[in-house]
């Protein structure tokens, strides 16, 4: 068994830096050997948690004994520190949204070919319950062929934080939470996209948006409706999956939702006419009883590897990295078409 430790230096060491020392602890082939942050008080808090402290990013890059470079800063400096500690011969873990676009991924890319590193995103919300949930239900055919779904997250306390409201520091919620609901859609199916339409919201008055709608179709006639919203006082259910024998509610991160298929063994029953509003309806009432089946939403059993787990069994030659450089690049080509489309108000007819 290798018992090899390897030590990752954390540069920027604000909200997510802190948060991944925690990702990392269960991890025991990775130590957090250090910390590096433009800003006295968080390099303070980082002493204060027992790490070593870097004077600046060229002493990371110095330091033999770091073996990983993980980037937490905000998004406009990724693209520049990961070219450096590359070059110095680190292997990189770069926090979302890698780039704001997709040549500075390619150019990240190039250099991690070139030396031979490994390199990758932390897309960390592949790994969570309810998009795992919502792909189980999917890839086990509950509700016969998706056709439709819609995933969001809403809430009422918009844009968070100082650089998160700045454009030159890769601002914005499509940037921001916009790169985890597509990659999630991208992770659901094989069928390249065929047309994108989109609009951007700017409630707040930033000039980065504060969230977004986009309308996605693909090629094997799935639809998606993504959405970001931070003037959202009340949400509507993080997924809603509509496919050709059931619909499926997951409500919010707590999997509270259902599952309604029709029954296969009753024959369709008429529903009786109901009063809806100042009228009858039948098209609307509920479906019967009888025709139809109710499920609670389950979480999958699935034993898989963390992101760091991954990242060290890549390094160790045992396994395939968990997020690919090419389906980032897909993510940042689709975030591209979407500022497009709202941008020209039209539908981009486009082959990602
Ligand atoms: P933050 O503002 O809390 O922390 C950023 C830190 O970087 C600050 O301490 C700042 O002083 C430091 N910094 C700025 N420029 C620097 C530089 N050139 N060198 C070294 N340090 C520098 O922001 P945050 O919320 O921690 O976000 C950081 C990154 O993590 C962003 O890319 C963000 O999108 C990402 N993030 C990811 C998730 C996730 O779930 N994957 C969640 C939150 C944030």
């Known amino acids: 068994m290798n018992n090899r430790i390897y030590n990752i230096a954390i540069v920027g060491f604000g909200g997510m830096g802190g948060y991944h020392c925690q990702l990392i602890e269960p991890v025991s082939q990775i130590s957090v050997i250090g910390v590096y942050d433009t800003v006295e008080y968080r390099m303070e808090l980082g002493k204060e948690a027992g790490y070593k402290t870097y004077a600046s990013l060229d002493a990371v890059l110095t330091d033999e004994l770091v073996d990983i470079v993980l980037i937490a800063t905000p998004n406009d400096v990724h693209k520049d520190i990961a070219i450096q500690a590359l070059q110095a011969g680190k292997h990189v873990i770069c926090e979302k949204p890698v780039t704001i676009t997709s040549k500075d991924f390619n150019d990240i890319v190039k250099v991690a070919n070139q030396e031979k590193r490994v390199f990758t995103v932390h897309q960390n919300r592949r790994w969570d319950e309810d998009f795992r949930t919502a792909k189980d239900i999917i890839d086990k055919k509950t509700l016969g062929e998706l056709f439709h779904l819609e995933s969001r997250v809403q809430g ?186 709202a941008e020209t108000k039209s539908v981009i007819h486009r082959s990602i």
């Open 156 to 341: 009422a306390n918009g844009i968070p934080g100082d650089w998160r409201q700045l454009k030159d520091y890769g601002g914005g919620m499509l940037l921001d939470w916009g790169v985890h609901l597509l990659d999630q859609l991208l992770q659901i199916t094989d069928s390249q996209i065929e047309s994108v339409a989109a609009n951007l919201s700017y409630i707040l008055g930033t000039e980065v948006d504060d969230g977004f709608t986009s309308y996605i179709t693909f090629k094997d006639g799935l639809t998606a409706l993504i959405e970001v919203g931070t003037t959202n006082y009340v949400k509507l259910p993080r997924w809603y999956l509509k496919g050709t024998e059931g619909t499926a509610v997951i409500r919010d991160w707590d999997l509270s939702g259902e599952i309604i298929t029709r029954n296969p063994d009753v024959a369709h029953i008429e529903p009786k006419p109901i009063q809806a509003g100042q009228g009858l309806t039948k098209t609307m009432a509920p479906p019967s009883e009888q025709s139809t089946l109710k499920f609670a939403i389950q979480k999958p059993d699935l034993e898989e590897q963390s992101f760091y787990e991954n990242f060290v069994s890549v390094l160790e030659g045992k396994s395939e990295i968990a997020i690919k450089n090419d389906e980032v690049n897909r993510v940042l080509v689709l975030i591209e078409t979407i500022f497009e489309a």
